[in-house]
């Protein structure tokens, strides 16, 4: 049950996040080593420096989100600029080169959104459908094409990839807690039920349109509007 997955969600977060408060310690002992010794500039030691605070940094905000999925307090809001957030995440993700370069990135249509979330959020759903366009084009040359579009029907941030695409019969399991089709090793099953969860109790929707060897859109639906 939803229940039992949220208690063991729960005492995970938990274990996970104490011992990270004393990896930042060591970083920024490193980080001062590296200024001292002038390798800060270094572009191979600059690149996996930041991959390290990266990924750190994603793990905080993945555990963060998994205690927002069954914390019975209310999330803290915020005016969000889809354009800015959009852009963040992007230059996040290309910043620390953690995909083939052959994969292309790109912002395309910018109608400008403006609606009220959970920025740490939404910044970790949008990275969540990023990384996932990237897994799905894996070794292959790709692109990826991020847009927000507003017309008379709705308000919709959309991902989408020409990768390896979903089958059809699957699609209806992707949302569903712990359910991945990833190789072992390289997904949870976590991410999209995070994302779609954390949508809906913003008021707020995540769907997806696949079709096998073609292509994946995921449509963040920001039709409503929190009070």
């Known amino acids: 049950s939803y229940e039992s997955i949220g ?72 005016e969000i600029n889809s354009n800015r957030i959009i852009k963040e995440v992007i230059q996040e993700v290309c910043e620390n080169n953690l995909f083939n370069k052959s994969i292309n990135i790109s912002f395309t249509r910018q109608d400008k959104i403006y609606f009220t979330g959970n920025y740490t959020a939404m910044t970790q759903i949008l990275t969540n459908l990023i990384r996932n366009s990237i897994d799905a084009i894996g070794d292959s040359s790709g692109e990826i094409l991020v847009s927000s579009v507003i017309n008379k029907q709705s308000r919709q941030i959309i991902i989408k990839d020409n990768g390896c695409g979903i089958p059809e019969e699957t699609q209806q399991n992707i949302f569903q807690p712990f359910y991945t089709t990833k190789e072992t090793g390289k997904g949870t099953g976590l991410g999209l039920y995070l994302s779609k969860f954390l949508l809906l109790k913003m008021g707020y929707d995540l769907r997806v349109d696949s079709e096998k060897g073609k292509y994946t859109e995921f449509r963040i639906i920001l039709n409503k509007s929190i009070d």
């Open 7 to 78: 208690v063991l969600l729960a005492g995970i977060s938990h274990e996970i996040f104490n011992p990270l408060s004393g990896i930042h310690g060591p970083l920024d002992n490193l980080e001062n080593l590296l200024i001292k010794y002038n390798l800060s500039d270094n572009p191979k030691v600059k690149k996996y420096y930041n991959v390290m605070r990266f990924n750190l940094k994603k793990v905080e905000n993945i555990i963060k989100n998994m205690k927002l999925l069954f914390s019975k307090g209310n999330l803290i809001y915020s």
